[in-house]
């Protein structure tokens, strides 16, 4: 997963059915109040709150009574200031093919690497259709000085637009406004930094890890030891996600986290150091939260030591994470999604419209979480051919909308025509 420093602490949400046929599958309602239920209530021996979450609408300056309801939604409890975009009015010559330039931070991850793929294979038909002429990417393996560095030289290079996945929120302010005031669009995938000359195409990962944290509580009665196994140490949506977790059980007295491990979104990272985690806690586990794509190295870890499987988060799954839990844990797991080709088609399509002249309304474009849960739901998004060895990121499940070509229309100003992306995946 891309996935991704929060900025401001909040807690959030409401529960609202995307679609009747995804039994489990809530996504967040904009006037809930606190103490809105994730649903369901928990013990109540584990406090009156424990597994719900609360409803906050965020700061900045945007007035985002202009966005239809169902898509202002996603912004409830969003742990950034959302604020008007710099990129309103800008106007660019966009009447000729495109050159883009792609700054990745880190790719030894099944969704970075889908993130990619999907950039290229957009690239590749958007070339035949005249649109873009040029792809350049870069990956900095977590060297923030280097992928500074390849961010300068794509601005040199007059790139026309910037997507990024930065690994800090605030590192590359400095080379934002480089690319603003050479007149190059930047867009950030999943990885929300401060510059508010940036755009950043994003999920709400706080009330993401909330939602997730929230039904795992309820999962456990409001009891137990829990372990959270999170991302990259330092990535913005790692952190936040964090972040979302621990203010869901911390209104569950009964509840204690006994640690806090870096999984780096790899299946063998998150095996590995659950494995040295639980060699040194003998003590029963009642619960695993991940950051996403972890699920199957989470499983193999408790396998290896004699544990039987206990309820799980996770945040993002891949496909093999879903085909596991289907067969161990239908029922007695929480998820997420942030799915990296329809992310990636966003951020694109972003780019394209700021070059248009279309306007954003606002500097971040956030889609809304989803909480998804029972076997029901897991029936709907599992697809024929997907075994638990499928490595690939899981799209999002039937019924819900994850920043499509005409839900991105809401977010600007003068929408207009986009080009056609290939079907997805």
Not at 183 to 195: E, W
Not at 263 to 281: D, F, R, Y
Not at 393 to 418: H, T
Request: net charge neutral.
């Amino acid at each position: 997963m891309a996935r991704w420093s929060a900025f401001l602490r909040r807690t959030h949400l409401a529960a609202l059915a995307v679609a009747a046929a995804l039994t489990g599958v809530t996504a967040c309602a904009a006037k809930a109040g606190p103490g809105a239920e994730a649903g369901g209530a928990a013990d109540a021996g584990s406090g009156s709150d424990c597994g719900t979450v609360t409803y906050r609408a965020p700061g900045g300056n945007a007035d985002l009574s202009q966005l239809p309801k169902d898509i202002r939604e996603g912004y409830n409890g969003y742990f950034a200031p959302v604020d008007t975009s710099v990129y309103k009015g800008f106007k660019a010559d966009a009447s000729g093919p495109l050159k883009i330039g792609y700054s990745d931070s880190f790719s030894a991850n099944g969704w970075r690497g889908d993130a990619l793929a999907r950039l290229k294979q957009d690239a590749t038909a958007l070339r035949k259709s005249g649109v873009v002429s040029s792809l350049q990417t870069a990956n900095s393996n977590l060297d923030n000085s280097l992928q500074i560095q390849q961010i300068t030289s794509m601005i040199n290079q007059r790139v026309d637009a910037i997507i990024a996945i930065p690994n800090s929120p605030t590192a590359f302010n400095n080379v934002i406004k480089q690319a603003y005031d050479a007149g190059i669009p930047f867009i950030t995938l999943n990885s929300h930094v401060t510059s508010p000359y940036a755009i950043n195409v994003d999920t709400n990962y706080h009330l993401t890890g909330e939602l997730v944290g929230a039904g795992l509580a309820k999962k456990v009665k409001g009891k137990g030891d829990v372990l959270i196994v999170d991302g990259i140490a330092g990535s913005p949506a790692s952190t936040t996600l964090h972040e979302g977790y621990q203010a869901a059980f911390d209104k569950c007295p009964g509840i204690k986290v006994t640690g806090s491990l870096e999984g780096q979104w790899s299946e063998a990272t998150a095996k590995s150091v659950v494995l040295q985690h639980l060699s040194t806690h003998p003590g029963q586990l009642a619960a695993v939260v991940n950051s996403g794509g972890m699920t199957n190295g989470i499983l193999q870890a408790l396998e290896q030591t004699g544990r039987k499987p206990v309820p799980i988060g996770d945040a993002n799954p891949d496909q093999g994470s879903l085909v596991s839990l289907r067969k161990l844990l239908s029922d007695q797991y929480v998820a997420g999604v942030t799915p990296a080709a329809q992310g990636m088609d966003a951020a694109l399509l972003t780019a394209i419209a700021v070059l248009r002249g279309q306007g954003p309304k606002v500097d971040a474009i956030v889609a809304t979480p989803s909480q998804i849960t029972g076997r029901a739901a897991l029936d709907s998004w599992i697809r024929d051919g997907w075994t638990a060895s499928s490595a690939a990121q899981a799209p999002a499940p039937p019924g819900v909308d994850w920043l499509s070509p005409q839900q991105l229309r809401s977010y600007f100003e003068r929408p207009g025509q986009l080009p056609e992306l290939p079907p997805l995946p």
